[in-house]
């Protein structure tokens, strides 16, 4: 947002090939020739820990929240210009009805491009939902337990945690492997799962947010149905659908913003709901109905939908998997070799999304957010159950903010080490 009347800042300083933003004795380094998110379409000099326009100061940070996360700019830009008249509609995409040609495509497009980017054989419904991952803890046994009385979950986390103590309301879980002896730390090898044979379906949490664990294999499990909550590492890699039965997630951390669930479910395994189940969260209604059972989340499928078109012109996965590796591995090779800061998590089973790091000196936390965020940078404090701090390193989030973070921990690691 605009600072305040009053708080324009100095004239920039020339040096060389960068241009500097001088504030309370602090350089600012900034680029050109982006468009200024204050909404004036401006090109001024612009940069991360600041934009000047108009001699004012417009802040836009390096946000490594959880979720909901940081978007492509390129996004926020589209939406920004079409705010107000959509292609010519005359009305924003929150105005549209939801039955209406102009949203219809809005929400074909979206879909027709997630099915690009994950590859989604035509055997699998899309369903744009509402309700979050917490939501599909209990829908999803609702819809897959199909007269079965047991379902075999792995808990690897505390997402894991909140998907069992939901599933069951309605079923006898199964607990077959748990990394909860070291903290969840690490991912059980599936030769240590103890599987039920007549489960109605297994249910892992891929990439676990607070924890930072990440499944880098997929599970074999055989006949019965694998479901997965991806909500913070979907549409980072390629994934063969076709293991699934089921992949469920929240799009405020990878695909766009809080309100969106996406839901990937094999045709075969709808149509089987229990009595009980809420129309609106029965899988087979809601893909008769073509997400529009209710009045779906519009804008969010809108901003999605920018999201995949974004995704595509990166590349797409394989091609934005490859930028995924090369952030954490910034973050990670700094945290191995450092003697202040370090990570809880075995390698093997390290997020590329989800940082989790931890100081020697815990009393030295408060300092380091405070030099973080007086370098551009925020929400870098970990989930309130494991304490420390964790970076959430998105798909959008640029290599160059991973690049600042490391800078910012070596300062601190020299002065405080």
Request: charged content about 25%; glycine content about 8%; proline content about 5%.
């Amino acid at each position: 947002m605009r600072a305040k009347s009053g708080a324009s800042p100095a004239p920039p300083e020339k040096q060389g090939q960068t241009t500097f933003f001088r504030k309370s004795g602090t350089d600012h380094v900034f680029r050109k020739n982006v468009v200024c998110p204050c909404f004036c379409s401006r090109y001024n000099v612009v940069g991360r820990w600041g934009r000047i326009c108009d001699g004012i100061l417009v802040s836009r940070v390096f946000n490594f929240s959880a979720g909901p996360a940081v978007l492509p700019e390129e996004v926020l830009q589209q939406a920004r210009d079409e705010m107000m008249d959509w292609h010519g509609s005359g009305m924003c995409v929150m105005e549209m009805s939801h039955r209406g040609k102009e949203f219809i495509s809005i929400a074909d497009q979206a879909e027709a491009d997630l099915r690009d980017l994950l590859a989604i054989p035509d055997s699998y419904s899309v369903l744009f939902l509402q309700g979050g991952a917490i939501a599909e803890n209990a829908i999803v046994p609702m819809n897959l337990l199909r007269g079965k009385t047991k379902a075999d979950y792995v808990n690897t986390g505390e997402w894991s945690k909140k998907s069992i103590k939901e599933a069951k309301k309605f079923c006898t879980v199964n607990v077959a492997a748990s990394s909860e002896d070291k903290d969840f730390t690490y991912i059980p090898e599936q030769s240590s799962w103890k599987l039920s044979p007549d489960a109605a379906y297994v249910h892992i949490c891929s990439n676990e947010t607070i924890g930072g664990i990440e499944y880098q294999w997929t599970p074999d499990t055989g006949d019965v149905p694998l479901v997965s909550d991806a909500s913070s590492h979907i549409l980072s890699r390629p994934v063969d659908i076709a293991k699934y039965g089921l992949i469920y997630g929240g799009a405020q951390k990878n695909a766009g913003p809080a309100g969106l669930t996406l839901v990937i479910v094999r045709n075969d395994l709808m149509g089987h709901a229990m009595p009980m189940t809420p129309s609106a969260f029965d899988f087979k209604l809601q893909a008769d109905a073509d997400s529009m059972f209710n009045t779906p989340p519009t804008y969010a499928i809108y901003i999605a939908g920018l999201v995949f078109q974004w995704l595509k012109k990166q590349g797409g996965l394989a091609a934005i998997e490859k930028k995924n590796i090369a952030k954490a591995k910034i973050l990670y090779d700094y945290l191995d070799q450092s003697k202040f800061f370090r990570s809880p998590v075995r390698r093997q089973d390290r997020s590329r999304m989800n940082v989790p790091f931890k100081l020697a000196d815990e009393a030295q936390d408060d300092a380091f957010l405070k030099a973080a965020k007086d370098a551009g940078m925020v929400q870098l404090k970990g989930h309130r159950s494991v304490g420390g701090m964790r970076a959430s390193i998105y798909n959008a989030m640029p290599i160059e903010g991973v690049q600042r973070l490391v800078e910012v921990m070596r300062d601190f690691e020299a002065k405080h080490g």
